[in-house]
């Protein structure tokens, strides 16, 4: 079992920054990769991006530029540095992690975005 907990979201003007955190916990060695999805209301689940324990990541075009994922040194905390934000970027976001055959989500933390 992997836990995770995201911080980090909270309320910013167009043009802003804000840095989303997510501290893994439990059977952190069997994580394979972790990302961050946000999902907008009446929408669907959306990935932002992502990275492998071997340093892979991939992004959204919609965020290309813009958001950077990094990891911590022992790969159990996963960072989303989010800048240039639109309101289109509000949402919920949530960080997930893959474990062999079994995917984790964490409880999500709301950013929005004023214009």
């Known amino acids: 079992q992997v836990q995770l907990v995201e911080s980090g979201g909270g309320s910013v003007q167009a043009g802003g920054s804000l840095r989303l955190s997510c501290a893994a916990s439990?059977?952190?060695?069997?994580?394979?990769?972790m990302g961050w999805y946000r999902q907008a209301p009446g929408k669907q689940r959306e990935l932002v991006a992502a990275?492998?324990?071997?340093?892979?990541?991939n992004y959204a075009d919609s965020v290309k530029g813009r958001f950077t994922i990094s990891t911590d040194n022992i790969k159990t905390t996963v960072y989303l540095q989010m800048n240039g934000l639109k309101p289109e970027d509000t949402a919920i976001y949530y960080c997930?992690?893959?474990?062999?055959?079994?995917?984790?989500w964490g409880q999500g933390t709301q950013v929005t975005v004023s214009s």
């Open positions: 997930g992690a893959g474990a062999f055959g079994h995917f984790y």
């Open positions: 439990g059977s952190v060695k069997s994580i394979q990769g």
């Open positions: 990275v492998t324990n071997g340093g892979s990541t």
